[in-house]
């Protein structure tokens, strides 16, 4: 995953360990175009093999994490083009390719595949006002990119597919009080701050800790109970055999900060 320059998005790496994605296409509110999931793909991928980053923190502007899918590219496009190049599959790639944590914060708009973006992440912080919706009823057309299935799995079947039939948009507050959001903040500045805190704490545990992990966790979203149980057993007896799993547990009994092999 060679250097590349972005037209789209900014990369920087803000905290010892993280990788911050900045969707930067402000004339359009970030709607998310083919390019810039192409950009974005790319930067998950390059920080996701990168030995120095260990989580990734996804935000957009203060005024839009992402207004949805580019509608001006869907206008003219056919059943037959959506269908024969699988149009949207590869937007939800990161939820499949990426290993490493992706902390989504969302400050403004985060509307159609801006919502359902920041849904595929592995936790979602946003400010209090943030604009979250489904609107894509009003366009004629339905959540494309897994909106009507986590945010079902999220909130429940009666809320989602309320929201998803109107078009109505939430906020940030109901977005945490109904549990899309993990925390909420009164300001952008400290939603970043926060962000960053957590993205951080995170890289300092073993990576081979945080990568089982994130794997359980979201192995509960497709797995019924008992498999669930049972995978996460697997992986946790797996994990005897590793060195930071020792360091931990020795550093534990001897009062000492653990020093991990794999930070
Ligand atoms: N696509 C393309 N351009 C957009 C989009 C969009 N989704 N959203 C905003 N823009 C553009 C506007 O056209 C405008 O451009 P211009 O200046 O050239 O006219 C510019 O951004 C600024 O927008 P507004 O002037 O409208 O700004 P306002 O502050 O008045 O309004 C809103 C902000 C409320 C966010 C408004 O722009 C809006 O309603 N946008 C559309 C929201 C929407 O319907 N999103 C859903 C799209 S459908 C979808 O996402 C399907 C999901 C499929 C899967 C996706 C996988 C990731």
Redesign the pocket.
């Known amino acids: 995953w060679s250097v590349k320059s972005y037209e789209f998005i900014q990369t920087t790496e803000p905290r010892p360990g993280v990788g911050q994605i900045t969707l930067n296409r402000p ?3 970030n ?2 175009s083919t390019p810039l999931i192409e950009e974005l793909n790319h930067a998950l991928q390059a920080f996701d093999q990168s030995p120095t980053i260990s989580a990734i923190l996804l935000t957009g502007s203060q005024k839009a994490f992402a ?6 590219e869907m206008s003219t496009l056919t059943f037959a083009e959506a269908y024969t190049t699988s149009f ?1 599959e590869s ?1 939800s790639s990161l939820t499949t390719s990426i290993k490493k944590p992706i902390i989504a914060a969302v400050s403004g ?1 985060a ?3 801006g919502c ?2 920041a849904l595929m992440c592995d936790i979602l912080y946003c400010t209090e006002t943030a604009n979250f919706g489904q ?2 009823i ?2 004629g ?1 339905i ?3 897994g909106g009507s299935q986590r945010l079902t799995r999220a909130i429940g079947k009666a809320r989602a597919m309320e929201l998803i039939l109107t078009g109505k948009n939430f906020t940030g507050k109901e977005a945490f009080e109904w549990g899309v959001a993990a925390r909420t903040f009164p300001t952008y500045e400290e939603l970043i701050e926060g962000s960053l805190g957590t993205a951080e704490t995170i890289a300092g545990y073993s990576k081979v800790a945080v990568k089982a992990a994130k794997e359980v966790v979201n192995k509960s979203q497709d797995l019924p109970l008992r498999d669930g149980v049972e995978y996460e057993r697997r992986v946790f007896h797996s994990l005897f055999g590793s060195e930071d799993q020792k360091i931990g547990m020795k550093a534990f009994a001897e009062k000492k900060k653990a020093e991990w092999v794999h930070k």
């Open positions: 004339k359009a509110l709607a998310l207004a949805g899918a580019d509608i001006k949207i937007w708009h509307l159609g595949g359902e973006l609107p894509e009003k366009l057309t959540p494309g990119a």
